[in-house]
């Protein structure tokens, strides 16, 4: 038997609840405080894209700077039967 462990009325919300939670946390904080609160959300979401994208970028330029640096190690010998 499975069992969930959200509460009941988590389950049983549905559309007018979602409005009056919205509702009364617009009242609650105002209008200008969730417009700056979305506003720095924003801003939080693209200095993580910008993140990882230069992250991302480092990482490639490390790997091709690895890759030029490899030495042949193979035995002159086996060099030569080539």
Avoid: C, H, W
């Avoid at 509460?7 to 969730?34: D, H």
């Avoid at 924003?42 to 690895?66: P, R």
């Amino acid at each position: 038997m499975y069992m969930t462990l959200t509460p009941l009325f988590i389950q049983n919300i549905g559309l007018p609840g979602i409005l009056l939670i919205a509702v009364v946390v617009l009242v609650m904080f105002g209008r200008g405080k969730i417009s700056n609160l979305m506003g720095e959300v924003g801003k939080g979401i693209t200095a993580f894209k910008k993140g990882v994208s230069e992250g991302k970028e480092g990482l490639e330029e490390s790997i091709d700077d690895a890759a030029e640096a490899a030495k042949d190690v193979t035995p002159k010998n086996k060099k030569d039967k080539k």
